[in-house]
């Protein structure tokens, strides 16, 4: 049996098949390969400065 901890309220699950936490009702989503599963595990503070960065880079390129 393994042991999964909410990345909420840090509390331990062992529960292999819960799709959400048993005590905050957060989910349990594991699929956070790659950039975009990152960025959407992360919250939203790094999507606004992805964004943000991105928008800059943009800009400065359309001064050229």
């Known amino acids: 049996m393994s042991e999964i ?3 909420q309220c840090k509390n331990p699950i062992y529960d292999e098949e819960a799709l959400s936490c048993h005590f905050c ?3 349990l989503n594991q699929r956070s390969s790659g ?3 990152k960025m959407r ?3 939203m ?3 606004l400065i992805t964004i943000g960065i991105i ?3 943009v800009m400065i390129a ?3």
């Open 25 to 27: 009702g957060h989910s």
């Open 55 to 57: 928008m800059a880079v």
């Open 62 to 64: 359309t001064m050229f």
């Open 5 to 7: 901890i909410c990345p």
């Open 41 to 43: 595990g992360a919250g």
């Open 45 to 47: 503070k790094w999507v």
């Open 35 to 37: 950039l975009l599963g």
